[in-house]
Every structure is written in C-alpha cells, then in structure tokens.
C-alpha cells in the first residue's frame, strides 16, 4: 500500500493533511518536511506516518528540512493546547515552530573596524582623530569609534571607504555561559532551607510502583495517558479507519482536553503531585529558595526555566541571579530577534542552554533535558495569552511538566484562587514562608475612609497621606504612591455642554495624556491633540479633566513637596524599556524621594529605601462586576503594601478606600489572608464558579453591530445546553467596540464533571455558518467574565 504522511502545517488549519511519502524518502514522526499547500511550498511537521489505499491520490511530500526534529514532547504540547484552548491545532504548531526564515538570515551579523594600516586618501581633523584612537590596532565596534574620537559615524564610514581602516566580522555573542550551581551559595534561613530541602525532595521523584506519571522510566516510556490509554508523548497506533484529517499522537479519553481532570489522574493515581505551591509572603525569600532547587536541577545535568510575568523589567532579577549563579541567564521574549533568537533554541534543543529566563512562550522551547520550571508570581493575569491561541502559560507549564516528567514551580505571595484549590485537595504539593526573611516584619496596614478624611477640592491626597508621607520624608525614607492610572485624567469633559470625549474606534473614553497634550484610547492607542475648544460646542477653555491618573498625582505632589525628587513611572514612561530600567534602578538605590506609578512598580521589585506605600485608589477594581475583581484586587493590594518595608527599616501602608468594611480591604487590613481565601473559595463554589464550574467566553465580533448581534443570537439558539451546561448571553461584551469591530459574548458555564471543549466543538460544528466579516473566538478559562 502506498504510504503516507499527515503533515501539520503552522497556519489556522484545524488539523493535518494528508500527503502521499515518495519512494526513497523515510519519515518518521516530528520530522520537519516541506510540502505544497495549493500554489506554495510551506514547512511542516510530520504529525503521523501510514499507509492508506488512497495514498496514490495525494499529493507528495517534497522533501525533508535538515532541521532537528519536533520531540515528542512538544508534539503532545501541541496535541493538548489545540484540544484544551480549541484554537486551530496549526496555530498551536506555530507557537512552537520558528523555523530559521528569511529575516532571521538578514539578521546584521555584528561588524567591528580596524586600522588597516594605510593612510586616507585626504586627512581631515575629524579623521586624524579617529586614526589616533584606531591606533591601537584593536577591533572597535563603529559607533563607539565614532564616539570615542568626538565625531560622527560618517567619518567613520568615509574611512572604510577610502581603505584606512577594514571591516572585521565580530564573534557573536554567546547566547548563555553555564551558570555555576555553586559559585555563591547564599546561607539561608532556617525556614528557607527546610523550604528548599523539601522542594529539592520533589526533583525527578523516584518511580512510584506501578504507575508511570512524572519522572518514571525512561524518557520515551513515560505513560501519561488518559481513559484512551495511548501515552501523550508518544505516538499511538490508530485503532479503526483513519480519517484523512484526525491524527496526533493520542486519541485520548473524553476528558482529555481537561485541565482539572489532569490533575485528578496525577493527584490521584501517583505520589507525584502535578506542581509543587511555594507560598510565602512578600519579602519571604522564595527566589533563594528556588535558586537552590535550580542549583540542584543543573547539578543533575538538566535545564530550568523560569517564567515571568513582565520579562522586560526583569534587570534586577538577572543581576540576582548573577550573583548567585556566576552568570546572567540567557532570556526569551518577543524582543529577542533573528539570528540571536536560532541560536538560543538551538542551544536549549541541545541542552547546551542550562537555565532560561522568559515570558510564557518561553514554554514551548525545545528543552532537551527539562528537570524544573518555576512560574514566578503565578497569580499573575500577564500569564494568560489574550490573543491568538488563548492559553494560560501556567497551567500549560503544568502539562508540559507532566509530559516532560519534570517537576513544577508554582511561586506566589496572593496564589490564585485556582492554585490553592488544588493545593486544598492535595494535587498540588503546599510549601509555604510565612514570615519575611531576617526577621522583618510585614507593613502595617491602615486605611483612610475617604468619607471621613476628604483631600481638599480638586486633589486626591487625603490629609492622613499627606501627614506621612511628610513625615517619611523628614526621616529620609523613600514614599510610594500607587494608582493603577495611566495618564492625567481618565476622562475629559466639556463644562458647557457635557459632552465627554471618547475614542471613534472603542467603546473607551479618552485619556487624557498631558505630558504628550494628547487625548487616548488606552485601548487602541487612537490619540488626537487636546483640543482647546470643545469640538461639539466650540466653547473655549471649558474642557475639564475628570478623575486623577499618575500624571496628575506628580502634579499635586509637585506642589506639596516642591524640592523633592518624584519619579513618575508608569508605562508611557518616554524613552523605552532601557530607561525605565535605569529609572528602577534609581528609585532601587534611594535617588529619588517619592515614586508615583502604576502596578508597574507595583510587583516584584526589590526597593529597599521605600517604608511608605500609599494606595491612592484601592476600590478601583472593586467596582467592576467582574468575579475575579475580589481576587486581582486582593492580589494587587498585598504585592503593592508589600513592597515596603524590605530594607532595614519597617515599613508602612496606607490604603484610600470609600468601602473599609469590603472584604477585600477588610483581610489586607487585618492581614488576614486565610480568611479573605476562605471567603473566596466558598463564593466561587457557592456560585459555580472556576475552579468549582468550568467556563468559556465566546466572543462574536463583526465590523457591523447588527451582523455580531445576529451571528451571537444565532450561535445561542444552536446551543442545546445539556443538564449541567448554562448558556449565557449574547451580550455586549464588556469592551463593546475595540478597534472599529463590535463585540458580543457568549459565556458558557458548566459543572465540573462536564466535558467543556467537547461539548464546544459539537456546539461550534453544528452552530450556524460564518459569514462576511464575522468572527467567533473561543476563550476557555477566561480570565475576566
Ligand atoms: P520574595 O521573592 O519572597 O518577595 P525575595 O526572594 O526577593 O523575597 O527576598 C527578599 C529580600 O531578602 C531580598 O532583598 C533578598 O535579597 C533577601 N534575602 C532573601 N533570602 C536571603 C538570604 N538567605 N540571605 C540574605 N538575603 C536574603
Ligand atoms: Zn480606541
């Protein structure tokens, strides 16, 4: 029989195709090839091999790329993110699939000059000097040349021209040197070492009988099978006829495509537990703590990865790890480009690459030897890809350790609610550090009732603030104000006639932006000038700035405190990702008395002159309607009051809140976590909520209202909700108009025992047809609802 191949192909197709293999060539799964699709030539991945009677029909596949094959375990990544997000298993592909393309070979090779020993062709003052300082006969990278000899890089690029100096192609830059598990080992508390013997204790956890979950057999042999019985990481044998278009490594049990019921087989059916939950307040010292199972993970000859959340301002983290390591880590993220980009997979493919820093996408490298990832502050919203194929990095990593066997992370101050669920119920292994480390204690915490203590008119500091943070000045401590704001004013507003401006794109006001004298949509990024007189009503001068942002803090601090040094940070901070580096760095080394920013600075960071932290705003997120608002404010309140206090000094917070009584407000005051978990927990079970209940949002979305509103309508009455399935809306989506296209939702609620994806794949199937501009994306586990 002829034999064929289904290929995967990295674009929005549901699922592989089938192509006809050519006599001579020998393929076997994972194996990278390139094939027509329709007029082109396109790479893809070998997803199963067969024969089939039908083979000859096919097209052929052209050829094999010369490219080190796509695992296994990334295969079963692939197999599991299309099944569990529903997004196209080709989309799922291209997120672990960056073939070396065109751009990355134009990528500029780094180029460094030198004298080359001849004399120009015409001396001018500008060119002596730079032959003075090239002198030297060392290899000079251009610009610096140029700036070492005071003049422009033209002169520079004139002498190349004329042969008076030669162009020398520069080593690239190594993308990691080994990191040295022991070149500083830190002494650490007694509570951290426990912490890190205990964590330690869960590295490649010997086989339990029996049952091959994480990190038992041999690295092909790890059964991490569903009802179905064939192992992710492997493929299977079909059992029946093949269809042309269902292929992949497993055709596993209905419930395979299900996060909760993963853990279940992993919590229940071995001693390994699916993640480990390292929780300690903030300042406890749990970087430390996860150095050394690092440290431990390299010792035994495999790689880490470390997530972040905000990998661009991670500078003071990569210094950490220096110090304690040798040497910085090599980094993932989107900023990361080309050559640079091949060679770090390249070296992680080879296991060259012992330890990665990165942003969620970090996570579908190609990891040789994975032992360890650790999710740092796991709790965070960043972890989830709201775009494209809508993943939540956390709980892939989760599913990649399972089918890597290796072992879990989960590091948080506020864990989610998500997380200690299922540290409740024993799937994931508990550590906790429940004090600072050094015996520091946490910050005081008060709250200012704002219907109490009013800041005067038109300001936003009230007088209780004002009192402390003069006095911390006074003491030569550095303040912090928070308030989660971009901008000057949230909203602008004409007195004469009320007409408040609002982006022509988005259901968003504008913002209002003073430094750039520019109105913005926070949502598009559409601007246009302030005007000086209303455009409705052409009434001049009468626009008014509702509402406070950072911007407008800076000002009233400003007045209050003319001679001090305020760093305003937010992330319209002018002057990139560098700058706002070095500005962190500022306010980390005391040069700046009072910082006003966004949660920007609200997480993470280490600054240890700061005793003040004032909340400007804590009911913010309270007043959303969104169920996870009780959560993500909880969570923002303690990272924020916690940034004070970690140096020498104790530290203090002061949270402006109309509603003291709030739950939320009420267990950051009293310090009492537990509680406000307690409380959360029974609420989201009361209501059905994640993790007690599963959810998806469907988002129709069209260019016209109507044509959304309809495809939604229809798409609801398609929905035959079986018992234990809730179909809700449509609805105007929260943000209604984004970017000129109108949103209607659909949310879907289901009880815990419910397949979710398989009874969404039916509904979408059997839904009605899209049309024109129409579009309908799936969001499981949405994380705003
Ligand atoms: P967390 O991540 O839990 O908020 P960190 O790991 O950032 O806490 O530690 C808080 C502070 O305590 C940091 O300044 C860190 O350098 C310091 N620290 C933690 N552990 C040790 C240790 N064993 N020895 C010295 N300093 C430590
Ligand atoms: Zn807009």
Not at 237 to 261: E, I, K, N
Not at 323 to 331: E, I, K, L, Q, S
Not at 520 to 548: I, M
Request: charged residues 25%; aromatic residues 6%.
């Amino acid at each position: 029989m002829p034999r064929t191949a289904e290929i995967l192909i990295p674009l929005a197709l549901e699922s592989a195709y089938s192509y006809a293999v050519p006599e001579g060539l020998e393929l076997a799964a994972g194996d990278v090839v390139q094939v027509p699709l329709g007029p082109r030539e396109i790479v893809g991945v070998v997803w199963e091999v067969g024969e089939s009677a039908s083979g000859s029909n096919l097209r052929p596949v052209t050829g094999r790329v010369e490219v080190p094959p796509l695992a296994p375990g990334l295969r079963g990544l692939v197999d599991w993110l299309a099944r569990y997000t529903l997004a196209p298993k080709g989309s799922a592909l291209a997120m672990t699939l960056r073939l070396p393309d065109e751009a990355a070979g134009t990528e500029t090779i780094r180029v460094g000059v030198r004298a080359a020993g001849r004399p120009p062709a015409r001396a001018t003052a500008a060119r002596t000097k730079v032959l003075a300082v090239a002198a030297d006969g060392a290899v000079h990278g251009k610009s610096a040349l140029a700036k070492a000899a005071g003049v422009s890089l033209s002169v520079v690029d004139g002498l190349i021209d004329d042969g008076a100096l030669e162009t020398v192609a520069l080593q690239p830059e190594p993308v990691a040197l080994p990191p040295d598990p022991d070149h500083a080992r830190v002494p650490l508390s007694e509570a951290q070492a426990e912490a890190a013997a205990k964590l330690i204790a869960f590295l490649n956890p010997p086989p339990s009988a029996g049952e091959g979950a994480c990190g038992a057999g041999g690295r092909g042999d790890r059964n991490i099978s569903g009802e179905g019985g064939a192992p992710l990481s492997r493929p299977s044998l079909r059992r029946g006829p093949p269809s042309p278009t269902q292929v992949g490594p497993a055709r596993l049990g209905h419930q395979d495509a299900d996060l909760g019921q993963a853990r279940d087989r992993v919590g229940g059916g071995s001693s390994a537990p699916a993640a480990i939950l390292l929780e300690g307040v903030t300042g406890s010292g749990k970087t430390e703590v996860y150095f050394e199972a690092i440290a431990e993970c390299i010792r035994r000859g495999r790689q880490a990865l470390i997530l972040m959340p905000e990998i661009a301002l991670t500078a003071q983290f990569l210094d950490r790890f220096a110090d304690r390591f040798g040497v910085r880590p090599a980094t993932w993220h989107s900023g990361i480009g080309g050559k640079r980009r091949e060679r770090l997979r390249a070296g992680v493919a080879a296991g060259e690459v012992a330890v990665v820093v990165g942003a969620r996408s970090a996570l579908f490298l190609p990891f040789a030897e994975l032992g360890l990832i650790v999710v740092d502050e796991e709790h965070e919203a960043a972890y989830k890809q709201e775009d494209g194929v809508h993943y939540h990095a956390r709980d892939m990593a989760v599913v990649r350790g399972r089918i890597e066997g290796c072992t879990i992370v989960l590091a948080s101050a506020t864990p989610s609610i998500e997380t200690r669920v299922n540290a409740m119920r024993g799937r994931y292994a508990h550590i906790g550090l429940p004090e600072r480390f050094g015996g520091r204690r946490l910050p005081d915490i008060a709250a200012i009732d704002m219907r109490l203590d009013k800041p005067e008119r038109g300001r936003f500091l009230a007088p209780p603030l004002v009192a402390a943070v003069r006095s911390n000045l006074a003491a030569g401590e550095q303040a912090l104000l928070f308030l989660n704001r971009r901008g000057y004013a949230p909203l602008t507003l004409c007195r004469a006639c009320g007409h408040r401006y609002r982006c022509r794109n988005c259901s968003t006001w504008l913002v209002e932006h003073r430094f750039r004298r520019a109105l913005v949509c926070h949502q598009c990024g559409y601007a246009e000038r302030r005007p000086e007189s209303c455009s409705e009503c052409g009434t001049f001068d009468n626009l008014t700035a509702c509402g406070p942002g950072v911007e407008r803090i800076a000002e009233e601090v400003a007045e209050l405190f003319p001679d001090k040094r305020v760093i305003v940070l937010s992330s319209d901070f002018p002057g990139g990702a560098e700058r706002l580096r070095s500005e962190l760095q500022t306010v980390a080394e005391g040069g700046c008395d009072i910082v006003i920013g966004t949660q920007l600075v609200a997480k993470g960071h280490n600054f240890p002159h700061l005793t003040l932290v004032g909340v400007l705003d804590a009911d913010v997120g309270l007043t959303s309607g969104d169920p996870r608002a009780a959560e993500r404010t909880f969570q923002l309140l303690q990272q924020v009051t916690g940034r004070a206090g970690r140096g020498d000094r104790p530290g203090r917070a002061f949270v402006q809140t109309y509603q003291p009584e709030h739950p939320v407000i009420a267990a950051l005051l009293s310090g009492d976590a537990e509680r406000f978990y307690a409380e959360e927990i029974a609420a989201r079970e009361e209501a059905g909520l994640p993790p007690f209940g599963r959810l998806a949002a469907l988002i129709v979305s069209a260019n016209e209202r109507e044509a959304a509103e309809k495809h939604g309508q229809a798409l609801a009455r398609a929905a035959d909700p079986p018992a234990g399935v809730m179909v809700l809306g449509p609805a105007e989506a929260p943000l209604a108009l984004i970017r000129g296209r109108y949103r209607f939702r659909l949310l879907v609620k289901t009880e815990r025992s419910i397949n979710l994806q398989s009874y969404l794949r039916d509904w979408l199937a059997q839904g009605p047809k899209i049309r024109g501009n129409v579009r309908v994306s799936v969001d499981v586990d949405p994380q705003s609802f």
